[in-house]
C-alpha cells in the first residue's frame, strides 16, 4: 500500500486517474496506514490525490474518516476567504460527491459575493465580478479540483475555452452542456457524478450570453 500511495501522489494525471479504482479496492489498507497517510498533505493546495483518498474514506470507511477530520491536524482543505463567507458546506458536499449541492452552494456564495443585489435578484451580473474576492474564488475552485479528480473548476473551464480558441460554440459540446435548451430543463438534463466530462461543473449560467464565464 505504500508504494501504491507512493505512486498515486508523485505519478502524471493519467498514471493517478488508471490507479483509482486500485486505491478505492484498499480502503481497508488506507484505515491500516494510519496517520502517515496524510503526513504529506498541504491543506492550501487542490492535490486532487488527497481529495480522492478522502472520498474513498468517506464512501467504506465513514466512522475512520470521522476520526480523522476531528483529529488536531484534520487533512480537510483550507478556506479562506476574504468575506468571512463558510465554504465548509460546499467542502462537505464535493467531499461527500453530492455535486448538485455543490453546485447550487457555489451559485449561492458567487451571489454573496458579488453583493446584496445579485443576492436580491438571484444571480450575478458579469460587472459584478471584477468586485469580487479573488482568494475566495480561488478557494471555490480549489475545492472542485480537490474533490473531482482535477475535471471540474473555473479554471479547468478556462483552459478548456483557451484551448478552443475562446470559442463557445465549440466549449459547450465539449464539457456536455447544450447551446440551446439545457436551461428550461436544468438540472435534469445535468449530469451530477465524476463521469460527467471535464470543465462540466460548476454550471455558469449563460441565459444572458457568455460575459458571466468570460468575467470569472
Not at 484534520?74 to 467542502?91: H, K, M, R, V
Not at 482568494?135 to 471555490?140: F, N, P, S
Given at each position: 500500500?505504500?508504494?501504491?500511495?507512493?505512486?498515486?501522489?508523485?505519478?502524471?494525471?493519467?498514471?493517478?486517474?488508471?490507479?483509482?479504482?486500485?486505491?478505492?479496492?484498499?480502503?481497508?489498507?488506507l484505515?491500516?496506514?494510519?496517520?502517515?497517510?496524510?503526513?504529506?498533505f498541504?491543506?492550501?493546495?487542490?492535490?486532487?490525490?488527497?481529495?480522492?483518498i478522502?472520498?474513498?474514506?468517506?464512501?467504506?470507511?465513514?466512522?475512520?474518516?470521522?476520526?480523522?477530520?476531528?483529529?488536531?491536524?484534520?487533512?480537510a482543505?483550507?478556506?479562506?476567504?476574504?468575506?468571512?463567507?463558510?465554504?465548509?458546506?460546499?467542502?462537505?458536499?464535493?467531499?461527500?460527491?453530492?455535486?448538485?449541492?455543490?453546485?447550487?452552494?457555489?451559485?449561492?456564495?458567487?451571489?454573496?459575493?458579488?453583493?446584496?443585489?445579485?443576492?436580491?435578484?438571484?444571480?450575478?451580473?458579469?460587472?459584478?465580478?471584477?468586485?469580487?474576492?479573488?482568494?475566495?474564488?480561488?478557494?471555490?475552485?480549489?475545492?472542485w479540483?480537490?474533490?473531482?479528480?482535477?475535471?471540474?473548476?473555473?479554471?479547468?473551464q478556462?483552459?478548456?475555452?483557451?484551448?478552443?480558441?475562446?470559442?463557445?460554440?465549440?466549449?459547450?459540446?465539449?464539457?456536455?452542456?447544450?447551446?440551446?435548451?439545457?436551461?428550461?430543463?436544468?438540472?435534469n438534463?445535468?449530469?451530477?457524478?465524476?463521469?460527467?466530462?471535464?470543465?462540466?461543473?460548476?454550471?455558469?449560467?449563460?441565459?444572458?450570453?457568455?460575459?458571466?464565464?468570460?468575467?470569472?
Amino acid at each position: 500500500i505504500e508504494e501504491l500511495l507512493a505512486n498515486f501522489s508523485s505519478g502524471s494525471l493519467r498514471q493517478k486517474r488508471r490507479l483509482v479504482d486500485e486505491i478505492e479496492s484498499r480502503s481497508k489498507d488506507l484505515v491500516g496506514f494510519g496517520a502517515k497517510l496524510f503526513e504529506n498533505f498541504e491543506p492550501k493546495s487542490a492535490d486532487w490525490s488527497f481529495g480522492w483518498i478522502l472520498q474513498v474514506l468517506n464512501r467504506h470507511q465513514h466512522q475512520y474518516l470521522l476520526e480523522v477530520l476531528a483529529a488536531e491536524k484534520s487533512p480537510a482543505f483550507s478556506t479562506p476567504s476574504s468575506n468571512g463567507i463558510d465554504y465548509e458546506p460546499l467542502q462537505k458536499s464535493l467531499l461527500e460527491e453530492r455535486f448538485e449541492d455543490a453546485d447550487r452552494i457555489t451559485s449561492a456564495n458567487l451571489r454573496e459575493l458579488a453583493g446584496k443585489s445579485a443576492v436580491e435578484r438571484g444571480y450575478v451580473y458579469f460587472s459584478e465580478v471584477a468586485s469580487i474576492s479573488g482568494i475566495d474564488l480561488v478557494t471555490m475552485d480549489r475545492l472542485w479540483l480537490a474533490y473531482s479528480q482535477g475535471r471540474f473548476g473555473f479554471s479547468i473551464q478556462a483552459r478548456l475555452l483557451h484551448s478552443l480558441g475562446g470559442r463557445y460554440d465549440r466549449l459547450w459540446p465539449r464539457i456536455g452542456w447544450k447551446e440551446n435548451g439545457i436551461w428550461t430543463r436544468y438540472p435534469n438534463a445535468f449530469s451530477w457524478n465524476i463521469s460527467a466530462p471535464e470543465g462540466h461543473m460548476p454550471l455558469i449560467n449563460q441565459l444572458r450570453g457568455v460575459r458571466l464565464m468570460d468575467a470569472l
